[in-house]
Structures are given as C-alpha cells and as structure tokens.
C-alpha cells in the first residue's frame, strides 16, 4: 500500500514527519507542496488531499490523514518503527503524548507566530512588523522556551528519558524556526544547546538534509543583517 | 492503585476528563483546584501536583500527567473503556486523534480566548475588554467553528462514526465555554446544534452535572444582559 507525504520544508511539522519517516526507514513518496506560492490553497488541493488545506498530510493506500502528531501515531501503529521513538510502555508514551500535547500551546505557538510576524508576513504584505504585537509574540516565545528548558529537559539526556523519542523530533524541528527570524533559540541556553547537538547527532543525515533549505535562508538573513552593521 | 484527578469546573479540559471517568466508570477522587482564586499558583500545589501549574492534572498511584488529551489515552491503556471512545482500529483511531490535535489551534485557541478576553480578564482586573482585540479573537472564534461545522460534522452523527467518541466530548466542552461570554456556537448552527443535542444525550447526567456551574452563569450573566436593555 502506497504512502505519500505532502510537506513543504519550512513548516515544522512537516520536517518533523520527513525525519521521522526516513530515521525509521518507512517508505514513502514525498509531495511537496510549496505554501509561499499558495499550492495549498488550489480547489485541486482541498478535494484530492485536505479539505483543510495544510501541510503536512499523508495519503496511505486511499486513507487521508492530517496533524502531524495523530499522523506519527497512525504510522506507528502501521509500521515497524523502533520503540524508543513511540515507546509501548504505557507511563513512557504517556510522557511523550504530554510533550507533544503541550507543545500546541507553547513552544509551537510561541516560536511559529514569532517567525510569523517577525519574518514571514512582512516578506507577503511589504509592510513591516507591528512592533507591540512583535514584542508579545517574542515574550510568549522566550516564556516558551524558558519552561521547556526547565520542565522538559532537567533530568534526562532527551524529552522522555535516555532515549530519543518523537517528542524531540517535534520539539527540535519547532525550535529550529525562529532562527530564520535572527532569534537563536540555543542561544544563552547550555541546557538545551547541548541536548540540540544530541538530537542533531541521533537524527543526521536526515536532520541536516529536512532543514538545509532553513540553514540557507539563516544564513542569507544574517549577512542581510550583518550588511546593515 | 488510587487515582486523582485535580480539576476546576470552569475549565474546558478538566469538564472533558471529568464527563469521561464518570460516563466509563473508572474510579477516581475529585480534587477541586480553584483556578479563580489561584489555586493552582502555590508553591505546594507546583511541587506536589504539577510543575506546570495548571489543570487539569492526574496523578494514578505516584504517577503525575498533565494534558488532557495524553491523560485521556493514558486512561484508555490503563483501564477498560468502551472501545467507541478511543477505537482500537487503527483509522477510526487515527481520525479521533486528528481531531484531538487539530482542536488545540482551532476550536479550543479560538474560543477559550473570546471567553478569556470577553469574560474572565475583565472580572480578574475590573478593565473592559479591548474592541480590537476582542473582535481579532471573535473572528477567529467563529471561523475555527464554521470549520468544524464544515469538516467534522457533515458526513456522520458524531465527529469519527456513527459512535460517539473522545473527540466529541473535548469539543462540545470547547464549545459550551463562550456561551459564558455571551455567544452561543449552536445559534444559526443547525448541523452543530443537532449534534450538540446528541452528545448531551449520550452522556447524561454526567454532561449536565459537570456543566452546572457554567450554565448557572449563563444564566446569570443573561439576567444582567436583559437588566441593561
């Protein structure tokens, strides 16, 4: 049975689910779907893959699914992936659900609405961030980030214990975003800068080839920045 | 093994697990956490129940998890529940879990922070609501219903089949917290009204129970409504 998966790589969880598929050696086709160019937002796109017009979705045999987080457990039940990644003991999945349960709210909307209105919308509208909505997003950010490093990875080398899981997949792809809007959030953060390069480690080459498109445009912003020094 | 649930009546996720252990006999301890008179911000509620100082929390034996929808799977693992409400087959699961994941930045975003913003800030610090951002939260409130409307409802009774699920109950009570504000998602809704109906149905007296409070302030604030016309 086929299994397709429509992404674009500068949505989070879409890189989060191309890591996940090839760290795990699932096969599948990838579609991608550019969203700067509103490929999402065609008729064709809402009737043949969402009718909520988002990346990412599979389509597995002729079952539509979107929301990365339900799609990764849909692929685990399907699929053999290694245990650590989602694991069976109920206390230990427990604790990855509640990651990426709270991670909606938090780090996701955090960072994603930063990059949003620092980086993405002024490059549609031309027009540039409001300062005041600009400064809240940031707070909610950095408030963000501040309670994953000191709830979330305190006591263990990742998210749910000594082994990697899909909870870090999730939270290292939403971490990796506000980069392209010139916040780092490593950055002042030994905690979670150290456990980054672990979870860089466990994942590559996978990691570095879903986020080189990223690292291209942290770069390019950068030398924008530096020019104007 | 004794299990805990630490809860406040007039949050949406706590109503949702409350309704669930009741409707599925699983038994368990109600703790009620007074989120208005900040009960959740102690210091010992923060070290003994949840680092995260929220509800709602459980805690199974000295097992602590916070996130409505991980508890809820957790509990579905940990007990015997009717299998309708978390389906063992592996796509009906699938598209309980979509939902579940795609309420947090719809439905549950929208209108929590409408009733937030229209209700709970005002009484918390004696200031009205802001026009422009109560009628931001507003639109966003009523396009996330008009999607739910539109793509969970149109094919079946309840939002994965013709059974209810999880899914339905964590929406209707989304759903019935805006009507505390004033505003009633199931008005001019007639899809959403019919299956607004049905879920109540299914799951009473529990649904009505956990939602006495809420309607008791409905009501309440409909009598100050009326007195000022």
Known sequence: ?????????????????LIFLKTTNIPFTGCVVNIGK??????????????????????HGDFHLTESVGILRYLCREFSVPD???????????????YLEWQHNNIRAGCSMYFRNKWLMPKIT?????????????????????????????SNAFIAGDK??????WAACEL?????AG?????????????????RAELNPYYEEAHKFLNKIVQLESKVV???L
Chains 1, 2 share one sequence.
């Open 1 to 17: 049975m086929s299994l397709k998966l429509y992404y674009d790589a500068l949505s989070q969880p879409s890189r989060a689910l």
């Open 38 to 59: 509103g490929e999402h937002l065609t008729e064709q796109y809402k009737n043949e893959v969402s009718p909520f017009q988002k990346v990412p979705v599979i389509i």
């Open 84 to 98: 650590h990644f989602y694991p069976k003991d109920s206390k230990l999945q427990a604790r990855v659900d509640e």
């Open 126 to 154: 031309g027009e540039p961030s409001n300062e005041k909505t600009l400064a809240k997003y940031k707070c909610l950010m950095v408030d963000s980030i501040d309670t994953f490093e000191r709830c979330w990875l305190q």
């Open 164 to 169: 990697i899981s899909a909870a870090d997949i």
């Open 176 to 180: 990796e975003q506000p980069r392209m």
């Open 183 to 199: 916040y780092d959030p490593a950055e002042g953060r030994p905690i979670l800068s150290r456990w980054l390069s672990n979870v």
């Open 226 to 228: 530096n020019a104007k």
